[in-house]
């Protein structure tokens, strides 16, 4: 069947049900759409229906006669898409998060099929940092020619008719974003055949969830931190900042036994601490890194349950993943020749009781309300001594060839 534009029949919409996608009927498109992680959380009087969540994309991307999303496919697939040359397109609600209700998009072409994510708002929280995400991946894949991070396409607002509060129904502000295909969140779990040893859980949902390797394992930590140290600024301090296990922001591919890694979004890039105040360049990145070992060790169990604390192997792989962003940046000419070998000097030459003071005031700095804090107090102490050492194993060795790194700003 060749793709109708006039037609609404031409997109079929999904959701997931326990025998996998099914397409929505009258009955769905009148269930209300949770607007927050909790029922508990909802704003009261707010009655979104997935209907209206559905018709509101329809809207945007229908928009020019769908030259947006012609234009996305057309990219993705890198040859020029016209009307004739599309089969079909499906849109599948995936997921429902305190801001966001991202979409999957699959357009299947003649010249191949290209899939999206549509990342929905319908809260003033969630249209607002919608907004801001949308420009900051822009600057960022603008800034960094990296592929860890997904381009965006296009951003539309529409009203659905669902809203009973407000007359012409809900505000969907959303944007048209890369969809990291074959990739997967995955999260810390416990492993009651292997005596409930804590263990990270890829969420397959094509060959089933597995827990990971140890040496899989090992490659997450390894990768995450290497990505987000790719997109470390030394020089304004800048960094993609905050990012949580927790919320999925990394999605990861795994198979024979190696492990890629994307980032899917980017709430926020700026210093955490203010350059040209006292503190060095080298002091900066000093904090990034303890930082930077302290949340990777942080999610939630299964996902979704109490904040759970990663094991020390973590630890030594952050740390490794760090180093080797910190060389790929070298290498390509992003900081100057020496810096990674002089900053590891200069990290060697802090002692114990001045890397304590700086831990510590970096969990005073956290909000006292965040969810994670307890959890990181009761094992900082631990921290610091498993920091040190796995400092001290740092390899001199240069790391892998070949490594995308590129910068245009």
Same mark, same amino acid.
């Given at each position: 069947m060749r793709?109708?534009?006039?037609a ?10 326990h ?7 009258a ?5 209300p ?16 229906t997935f209907g209206a ?8 991307l ?6 947006g999303?012609?234009?996305?496919t ?6 020029k ?5 599309v089969r ?9 998060g ?10 299947? +072409?003649?010249k191949?099929?290209a ?6 708002a319908?809260?003033?929280r969630g249209?607002?940092?919608?907004g ?13 020619n ?5 381009r ?7 009203h659905?008719?669902?809203r ?13 974003a890369?969809?990291?295909?074959g990739?997967?969140?995955f ?14 859980v890829l969420?397959d949902?094509?060959?089933?969830n597995?827990?990971?390797?140890p ?6 930590y ?5 990505i ?5 600024d030394?020089? +304004? ?16 591919r795994a198979d024979?036994?190696s492990?890629q890694?994307r ?8 210093p955490?601490?203010?350059p040209g105040?006292?503190?060095?360049p080298?002091?900066?990145l000093?904090f ?8 990777m060790r942080l999610?939630?169990?299964d ?7 990663a094991?020390?192997?973590?630890v030594e792989?952050?740390l490794g993943g760090f ?7 070298e ?5 100057a020749?020496?810096t ?10 802090l002692?114990k009781?001045?890397v304590?003071?700086?831990?510590v005031?970096l969990?005073e ?11 990181i ?17 740092i ?8 490594d995308?790194?590129?910068s245009?700003?």
């Open positions: 793709f109708n534009m006039d609404l029949s031409a997109i079929t919409y999904f959701l997931p049900s025998r996998g996608y099914t397409q929505i009927d009955s769905i498109r009148a269930l759409l949770r607007l927050a992680r909790s029922p508990r959380t909802d704003q009261p009087g707010r009655i979104v969540y559905f018709d509101a994309i329809h809207k945007v229908s928009e020019n006669g769908f030259e999303l012609l234009d996305a057309g990219r993705q697939l890198a040859d898409i016209r009307p004739k040359d079909q397109i499906r849109v599948y609600g995936e997921k429902h305190s801001d966001y209700h991202p979409a999957r998009i699959a357009v299947e +072409t003649d191949g099929t899939v999206f994510v549509m990342n929905v319908a809260t003033d249209c607002n940092r919608l801001r995400e949308f420009e900051l991946l822009n600057r960022l894949n603008q800034k960094y990296l592929p860890y991070l997904p965006v396409y296009l951003r539309g607002e529409a659905g008719n669902g009973a509060d407000q007359k012409g129904g809900a505000l969907f502000v959303m944007f048209l890369d969809w990291f295909q990739y997967h969140e999260h810390l779990g416990v492993d009651d055949k292997a005596g409930d040893r804590k263990k990270v969420w949902t094509e060959a089933g597995r827990f990971l390797s040496e899989e394992t090992r490659q997450i390894m990768e995450a931190a290497r987000l140290t790719l997109y470390y030394l020089q +304004t301090f800048e960094q993609i900042f905050p990012w949580h296990h927790a919320a999925g922001d990394f999605v990861a024979g036994g492990v890694l980032l899917i979004t980017a709430r926020q890039y700026a955490m601490i203010e105040k006292g503190i060095s080298e002091d900066g000093h990034f890194l303890l930082n930077l070992s302290l949340r999610d939630r169990l996902g979704v349950g109490d904040v759970i604390w094991d020390a192997g973590c792989a952050s180093a080797e962003g910190l060389r790929a940046q290498r390509k000419g992003i900081i020749p020496g990674v070998s002089a900053f590891f000097r200069y990290s060697g030459s002692d009781p001045s304590e003071e700086r831990f005031a969990v700095a956290c909000d006292p309300g965040a969810p994670d804090l307890a959890v107090k009761s094992h900082l102490a631990g921290h610091i001594t498993e920091f040190l050492a796995a400092l001290r194993k390899p001199t060795q240069p790391s892998r060839a070949g995308p790194v590129n245009k700003g």
